[in-house]
């Protein structure tokens, strides 16, 4: 502070003509003290042990301090209502940026909202998602880790623990903080505490052995050469932290080494300082009992390696430099300053106050300072590792940059890290952390080696997180996906479904197109159905040859060739349209196959009615006076036919047109497959064309049956019954099986009942006549079949 003074002092530029004075006042860190010394300020008195005498009455303008956040809440509270500016800095509680509380409180360096931001980012950047915090029971620590673990939260961290301690604290309460980290399982910790704090806990950690922890520490300590100087057991080796970004202010090394300034200081300071950092005394006289060495006042403060001496401190340094500066440029505005400036205003600490919230301006070294609406300057720090070299010391690497106001915040660059535990690898060997070689000159054949510090491991494709009862949502178990779900990426919280035509694959990471199953061709059981089909036609196609060839003969003659030749025709196309349900449905197909089924076997079983009333209408016109014959003669039975027929094909024609089978991509049967079938559309339709056909069949089997026991030469009526039996038995039983059948089974089903009762009907029907006419030629005459008995053949 007394540098920059007397740099403003001594140039032409700011405040030409004027000379700023000040007071130093040592609160010694009591709060209470620091209050009664600002009240004593803004009273106007204050005896100073350090001053610069003014010739003018003094009157505090700005006052420049305090170091802590808790003093500086405690002193802006105090001063608000005199609106005279308070600068701190290294007070960086985000408390005091609420300008309702601390109106006049402004700041150099930045607020702890955005470190502890910044900090819960450099977690999550390294995957860090199960962590310790420790923090200092002030201000300080309590809010900025209050800020910490809110941002943690959002950004999916979890705390295992977090406690607090101060230095001032008894022995118990730090064991118990030592005992959470014994029986912790986070391999990271969040330091969130001041050096002196962080000494006191270091010295437990140390007693106790409790290294390899890999710490994350704010700009309090983690560029503090006296406290890595402090650290003989290597407990912070690695760590890594934000840091006020490295500062150069040209002349102000030389400045505070200058012997003589500090020897003419007036008071007991330069003697405090000198005897501390030499560990010598003064006038030895006085104290007999103290066996320190007598100071000389000539000793060589260039070669001590102290914090104060290696400028380590340079970045608060610069931050007081700061504020001194632009306090002097709020006096320069206010007074009008140019060549001269105007000494007869009177100066109120509240127009200082609205003057250093708009100033802007860059030091000599380049830096802008300014303060927003919060009095806080922007927020940019260094990320700083701990690099231990092979003499024993701790390097302070910059490894990366964090800046509140870049669209990307967190840059890390390309320099070898350095963890707990010797973590770093160089072409998979492990190398020891100790580099003084400068092997770290040739950072691409290092390997980043990350500590791990999570409560679960990462759920891999194929898993979603379950989690685990009365943990945080960082603790959790990896459960597969179920089936007909997937997840494709890492730590998925949900399995996704696949689309319908989709099925999960083995490792549940990723849908495979389903299996579509239909009643194919190349199938063993398709191959099968269609050679029966084909195998139906021919039979059929060479009883017709027969009885077409044989068509004169009695046998062919006896009962009604037109109704023959048409039954044979009708199941030649039933054997044929069971082919139409083989193969994959279409929308042609599929309203193809029930309706020419329908329609062919209601031909069929009209012919087979036909056949049975010949047979009982030739028996009634046997009988006297009956006339029977000439209402049901040949052209009676094709109208007969005809009507029966017609009736299914307007059954069928409404059903096509209200509501026809399409083909349907059924999912419910099978879970991995697709089963491609028919719907029938309108369930109305379809069991109207299946009723239809049993009634007729039914109606068929009832006339049969009437007639089983008319003379022997018409009894065609018993093989009727017969083939209407079977017809009946085949349906019937299809009804359930159908039902029941998945899939492709319920088509083969339909196919078989289709086949099954056909060849009941060329059977049994059929097949006698055909034995007579090829195996027994010389029954095939009118007298056998007029004689009795050879009716067992027909």
Same mark, same amino acid.
């Given at each position: 502070?007394?540098?920059?003074?007397?740099?403003?002092?001594?140039?032409?530029?700011?405040?030409?003509?004027?000379?700023?004075?000040?007071?130093?006042?040592?609160?010694?860190?009591?709060i209470a003290r620091a209050v009664r010394v600002?009240?004593?300020?803004?009273?106007?008195?204050?005896?100073?042990?350090?001053?610069?005498?003014?010739?003018?009455?003094?009157?505090?303008?700005?006052?420049?301090?305090?170091?802590?956040?808790?003093? =500086?809440?405690?002193?802006?509270?105090?001063?608000?209502?005199?609106?005279?500016?308070?600068?701190?800095?290294?007070?960086?509680?985000?408390?005091?940026?609420?300008?309702?509380?601390?109106?006049?409180?402004?700041?150099?360096?930045?607020?702890?909202? @955005?470190?502890?931001?910044?900090?819960?980012?450099?977690?999550?950047?390294?995957?860090?998602?199960?962590?310790?915090?420790?923090?200092?029971?002030?201000?300080?620590?309590?809010?900025?880790?209050?800020?910490?673990?809110?941002?943690?939260?959002?950004?999916?961290?979890?705390?295992?623990?977090?406690?607090?301690?101060?230095?001032?604290?008894?022995?118990?309460?730090?064991?118990?903080?030592?005992?959470?980290?014994?029986?912790?399982?986070?391999?990271?910790?969040?330091?969130?505490?001041?050096?002196?704090?962080?000494?006191?806990?270091?010295?437990?950690?140390?007693?106790?052995?409790?290294?390899?922890?890999?710490?994350?520490?704010?700009?309090?300590?983690?560029?503090?050469?006296?406290?890595?100087?402090?650290?003989?057991?290597?407990?912070?080796?690695?760590?890594?932290?934000?840091?006020?970004?490295?500062?150069?202010?040209?002349?102000?090394?030389?400045?505070?080494?200058?012997?003589?300034?500090?020897?003419?200081?007036?008071?007991?300071?330069?003697?405090?300082?000198?005897?501390?950092?030499?560990? =010598?005394?003064?006038?030895?006289?006085?104290?007999?009992?103290?066996?320190?060495?007598?100071?000389?006042?000539?000793?060589?403060?260039?070669?001590?390696?102290?914090?104060?001496?290696?400028?380590?401190?340079?970045?608060?340094?610069?931050?007081?430099?700061?504020?001194?500066?632009?306090?002097?440029?709020?006096?320069?505005?206010?007074?009008?300053?140019?060549?001269?400036?105007?000494?007869?205003?009177?100066?109120?600490?509240?127009?200082?106050?609205?003057?250093?919230?708009?100033?802007?301006?860059?030091?000599k070294e380049g830096d802008e300072v300014y303060?927003?609406?919060?009095?806080?300057?922007?927020?940019?720090?260094?990320?700083?590792?701990?690099?231990?070299?092979?003499?024993?010391?701790?390097?302070?690497?910059?490894?990366?940059? @964090?800046?509140?106001?870049?669209?990307?915040?967190?840059?890390?660059?390309?320099?070898?890290?350095?963890?707990?535990?010797?973590?770093?690898?160089?072409?998979?060997?492990?190398?020891?952390?100790?580099?003084?070689?400068?092997? @770290?000159?040739?950072?691409?054949?290092?390997?980043?080696?990350?500590?791990?510090?999570?409560?679960?491991?990462?759920?891999?494709?194929?898993?979603?997180?379950?989690?685990?009862?009365?943990?945080?949502?960082?603790?959790?178990?990896?459960?597969?996906?179920?089936?007909?779900?997937?997840?494709?990426?890492?730590?998925?919280?949900?399995?996704?479904?696949?689309?319908?035509?989709?099925?999960?694959?083995?490792?549940?990471?990723?849908?495979?197109?389903?299996?579509?199953?239909?009643?194919?061709?190349?199938?063993?059981?398709?191959?099968?159905?269609?050679?029966?089909?084909?195998?139906?036609?021919?039979?059929?196609?060479?009883?017709?040859?027969?009885?077409?060839?044989?068509?004169?003969?009695?046998?062919?003659?006896?009962?009604?060739?037109?109704?023959?030749?048409?039954?044979?025709?009708?199941?030649?196309?039933?054997?044929?349209?069971?082919?139409?349900?083989?193969?994959?449905?279409?929308?042609?197909?599929?309203?193809?196959?029930?309706?020419?089924?329908?329609?062919?076997?209601?031909?069929?079983?009209?012919?087979?009615?036909?056949?049975?009333?010949?047979?009982?209408?030739?028996?009634?016109?046997?009988?006297?006076?009956?006339?029977?014959?000439?209402?049901?003669?040949?052209?009676?039975?094709?109208?007969?036919?005809?009507?029966?027929?017609?009736?299914?094909?307007v059954i069928c024609v409404l059903w096509l047109?209200?509501?026809?089978?399409?083909?349907?991509?059924?999912?419910?049967?099978?879970?991995?497959?697709?089963?491609?079938?028919?719907?029938?559309?309108?369930?109305?339709?379809?069991?109207?064309?299946?009723?239809?056909?049993?009634?007729?069949?039914?109606?068929?089997?009832?006339?049969?049956?009437?007639?089983?026991?008319?003379?022997?030469?018409?009894?065609?009526?018993?093989?009727?019954?017969?083939?209407?039996?079977?017809?009946?038995?085949?349906?019937?039983?299809?009804?359930?099986?159908?039902?029941?059948?998945?899939?492709?089974?319920?088509?083969?089903?339909?196919?078989?009942?289709?086949?099954?009762?056909?060849?009941?009907?060329?059977? =049994?029907?059929?097949?006698?006549?055909?034995?007579?006419?090829?195996?027994?030629?010389?029954?095939?005459?009118?007298?056998?079949?007029?004689?009795?008995?050879?009716?067992?053949?027909?």
């Amino acid at each position: 502070m007394v540098f920059a003074i007397e740099e403003i002092n001594n140039r032409t530029d700011l405040l030409p003509g004027l000379s700023l004075g000040y007071k130093i006042y040592d609160s010694c860190g009591s709060i209470a003290r620091a209050v009664r010394v600002a009240l004593a300020l803004a009273n106007g008195d204050g005896d100073s042990p350090l001053d610069e005498p003014c010739i003018r009455p003094a009157q505090v303008q700005a006052i420049v301090g305090e170091t802590a956040s808790s003093p =500086c809440m405690a002193i802006a509270t105090v001063i608000g209502p005199f609106h005279i500016p308070l600068i701190s800095h290294f007070a960086t509680c985000a408390c005091l940026s609420d300008k309702v509380k601390y109106p006049s409180f402004l700041r150099t360096i930045p607020s702890d909202y @955005y470190q502890s931001r910044a900090l819960a980012q450099l977690v999550k950047y390294f995957g860090w998602t199960w962590v310790g915090a420790i923090r200092t029971n002030d201000d300080y620590g309590n809010n900025g880790m209050a800020t910490f673990t809110e941002t943690a939260r959002q950004l999916g961290i979890c705390l295992e623990f977090s406690v607090s301690f101060f230095r001032m604290d008894p022995p118990d309460k730090l064991k118990k903080i030592i005992d959470v980290i014994k029986v912790s399982t986070s391999k990271v910790i969040v330091a969130f505490l001041s050096h002196m704090d962080l000494e006191v806990l270091i010295h437990q950690l140390s007693h106790h052995n409790l290294t390899g922890y890999q710490w994350v520490g704010t700009e309090s300590w983690i560029f503090d050469s006296q406290m890595a100087a402090m650290d003989q057991t290597h407990i912070l080796d690695g760590a890594i932290g934000l840091a006020i970004p490295k500062a150069h202010v040209s002349g102000m090394r030389e400045f505070m080494l200058d012997i003589k300034r500090l020897n003419t200081s007036g008071d007991d300071t330069f003697r405090l300082f000198w005897e501390t950092l030499f560990t =010598c005394q003064f006038e030895r006289a006085n104290s007999s009992g103290d066996k320190r060495r007598e100071c000389s006042g000539f000793e060589d403060l260039s070669s001590v390696q102290k914090t104060f001496t290696d400028m380590s401190l340079m970045p608060i340094f610069n931050n007081v430099y700061k504020a001194v500066y632009a306090v002097a440029h709020a006096l320069h505005d206010i007074l009008g300053c140019n060549t001269t400036c105007n000494t007869n205003l009177q100066l109120q600490p509240f127009t200082i106050l609205r003057h250093l919230k708009k100033i802007r301006f860059r030091t000599k070294e380049g830096d802008e300072v300014y303060f927003n609406e919060n009095g806080d300057p922007t927020a940019k720090y260094e990320i700083i590792n701990w690099q231990p070299t092979v003499n024993g010391t701790v390097k302070f690497v910059t490894v990366g940059l @964090y800046d509140a106001s870049a669209n990307k915040q967190l840059n890390l660059n390309n320099r070898t890290l350095i963890w707990a535990k010797n973590s770093h690898k160089v072409s998979g060997v492990c190398v020891p952390q100790l580099i003084a070689k400068r092997v @770290y000159k040739f950072p691409y054949i290092f390997v980043m080696q990350v500590p791990v510090s999570v409560c679960s491991e990462k759920c891999q494709p194929g898993t979603r997180k379950v989690l685990q009862k009365g943990k945080p949502v960082c603790c959790y178990d990896c459960v597969r996906c179920a089936e007909g779900e997937f997840s494709n990426t890492t730590d998925s919280v949900t399995c996704m479904r696949c689309h319908p035509d989709f099925w999960s694959n083995q490792r549940r990471d990723a849908c495979t197109r389903k299996e579509a199953e239909f009643l194919s061709y190349k199938g063993v059981m398709g191959s099968l159905l269609t050679t029966a089909s084909l195998l139906g036609s021919c039979l059929t196609a060479a009883v017709a040859f027969v009885y077409f060839k044989n068509r004169k003969t009695p046998i062919v003659r006896a009962n009604n060739s037109e109704l023959s030749f048409l039954l044979l025709l009708s199941l030649f196309l039933c054997f044929l349209c069971s082919l139409t349900f083989i193969g994959r449905p279409t929308e042609w197909s599929c309203m193809l196959r029930h309706t020419a089924f329908g329609i062919t076997f209601v031909l069929c079983i009209s012919c087979v009615l036909g056949k049975t009333v010949v047979v009982l209408m030739a028996f009634r016109s046997t009988l006297p006076d009956s006339h029977v014959m000439k209402w049901f003669g040949p052209l009676q039975q094709r109208l007969s036919v005809l009507a029966f027929t017609l009736i299914q094909v307007v059954i069928c024609v409404l059903w096509l047109i209200i509501a026809p089978p399409f083909p349907f991509k059924n999912f419910k049967e099978f879970k991995d497959k697709i089963i491609l079938e028919c719907a029938v559309g309108s369930p109305l339709g379809f069991w109207a064309v299946l009723g239809y056909i049993g009634i007729l069949a039914l109606l068929c089997f009832v006339l049969a049956f009437l007639a089983r026991k008319l003379p022997d030469n018409f009894n065609e009526a018993k093989l009727i019954t017969f083939s209407m039996l079977i017809f009946s038995a085949v349906w019937i039983t299809f009804i359930p099986a159908y039902v029941s059948s998945p899939g492709k089974f319920s088509v083969a089903v339909e196919i078989f009942a289709i086949l099954a009762s056909s060849f009941g009907l060329l059977i =049994c029907i059929f097949l006698p006549k055909c034995y007579i006419i090829l195996m027994r030629p010389e029954k095939n005459t009118k007298k056998s079949i007029r004689s009795k008995g050879t009716v067992k053949f027909l």
